[in-house]
């Protein structure tokens, strides 16, 4: 994964959290049905030259 900015490779596997919180972010989808929620805990990518910050989920595919 390569920063957008400066097309330095990023850090992966930073974990997110919520100033505050001990919860961090994480993205969710609701299905048709009770209990067919789709969630992924938010990962971020950081760029060493620039700053750069990118989100990420690992298992974007269960969401379609």
């Given at each position: 994964m390569n920063c957008n900015?400066?097309?330095s490779?990023?850090?992966k596997n930073c974990e997110v959290?919520?100033?505050g919180g001990l919860y961090g972010v994480k993205i969710i989808k609701k299905k048709k049905g009770?209990?067919?929620?789709v969630s992924e805990k938010t990962k971020a990518a950081v760029c060493p030259s620039?700053?750069?910050?990118?989100f990420y989920i690992d298992n974007y595919?269960?969401?379609i």
């Open positions: 900015h400066c097309q490779e990023l850090i959290n919520v100033e009770l209990f067919n929620n620039c700053g750069y910050v990118a595919k269960e969401f």
